[in-house]
């Protein structure tokens, strides 16, 4: 049985950093794809990066390229993203998912297995 746990969202203030942890078990995060994604208050649930340990590439969302890196730990078999710099729009619940497949994809349908979420809220 596939689990993924997040963890380390919370309150912080706009310009500062958290670092979302996704623990994976059931499955090898170097054997999938893993992916955060996420969903604000009244909108849609939306792809922010992912990563392959297959040719080692990663893909990021434009609204946080240059600000989040997603990373992971064989080792733990953990999945991370960083975030710097935060903003007021990244208020959000945090989603880690994992693909079975090897290409990385941003639309959330490619995504077998989903977290419980973990929430992100900026203050101003």
């Known amino acids: 049985q596939v689990q993924l746990v997040e963890s380390g969202g919370g309150l912080v203030q706009a310009g500062g950093s958290l670092r979302l942890s996704c623990a994976a078990s059931g499955l090898t995060v170097s054997r999938s794809v893993m992916g955060w994604f996420r969903q604000a208050p009244g909108k849609e649930r939306e792809f922010v990066a992912a990563?392959?340990?297959?040719?080692?590439?990663?893909s990021y969302s434009d609204s946080v390229k240059g600000r989040f890196v997603i990373s992971g730990d064989n080792a733990e078999n953990t999945v991370y993203l960083q975030m710097n710099s935060l903003k007021p729009e990244d208020t959000a619940v945090y989603y880690c998912a994992a693909r079975i497949f090897s290409s990385i994809v941003r639309a959330q349908t490619g995504y077998r297995y989903w977290g419980q979420g973990t929430q992100v809220t900026l203050s101003s």
């Open positions: 990563i392959t340990w297959r040719g080692g590439s990663t």
